[in-house]
């Protein structure tokens, strides 16, 4: 009996001291007959109980593995609600980043890790919204150059009137004209930055 009880203990993990007293019982609560004693018939119950150093360290193994478990389960849904919610789309990414970024002392630094690290990840990325914004971070990026080098503004101005005028935007075009420095020269003749404008237009073309 005893043997037959080790077999199935010896499979259990301290904790399951239960439900192996349980399998034992089952296995015993019928009268039966030993095969090398014939004419004899048992039965029986077996209590099963841990003296209590061991009953103690199967308790701080239980709770140590329920906290692992745990943590486990809380990873698994932020990385669910990351990857179903957060990286679904870039709006939804960036609203997140920024609430993270709200109080932080250096959100240009904060901004180019998002680009870095959380873009790639977006699952849902529409190709004409990312050019967009691509097209931005360039428009950013060359303003934050021209702020560095002014001399390269009227060059700049030159090369975007043209482009524009090309495009039919004359509105944007005599906006951009208005930002080289030589327009603002009072012996700066408008009518000479509009005609090399054109010419630019033209060698564009």
């Known amino acids: 009996m005893y043997e037959i009880a080790q077999g199935i203990t010896e499979k259990l993990s301290p904790s399951d001291a ?34 209590p150093e061991d009953a103690d360290r199967a308790k701080q193994f239980d709770a ?11 990873t698994q849904d932020r990385l669910a609600f990351l990857r179903k919610t957060v990286l679904g789309d870039p709006y939804s990414a960036q609203l997140w980043w920024l609430h993270r970024n709200l109080e932080g002392a250096e959100s240009e630094t904060s901004w180019k890790a998002f680009d870095a690290f959380v873009r790639p990840l977006i699952t849902h990325t529409a190709a004409e919204e990312d050019a967009e914004i691509r097209l931005a971070k360039i428009i950013a990026t060359l303003v934050e150059r021209i702020h560095e080098n002014p001399d390269r503004l009227n060059t700049l101005a030159h090369i975007a009137t043209a482009t524009l ?3 039919g935007w004359s509105d944007l075009a005599d906006d951009m004209a208005r930002l080289s420095p030589d327009s603002r020269s009072p012996s700066h003749d408008n ?3 509009q005609s090399s404008a054109q010419e630019s237009s033209a060698e564009i073309d």
């Open 64 to 74: 140590a593995r329920r906290a692992a478990r745990l943590d486990e389960a809380v």
């Open 18 to 51: 239960f439900k192996a007293e349980q399998k034992i019982s089952l296995l015993f609560a019928y009268w039966q007959t030993p095969e090398q004693e014939k004419g004899i018939e048992f039965k029986g119950k077996l209590q099963i109980s841990l003296p």
């Open 165 to 167: 005028t090309s495009m």
């Open 191 to 193: 009518s000479s930055f």
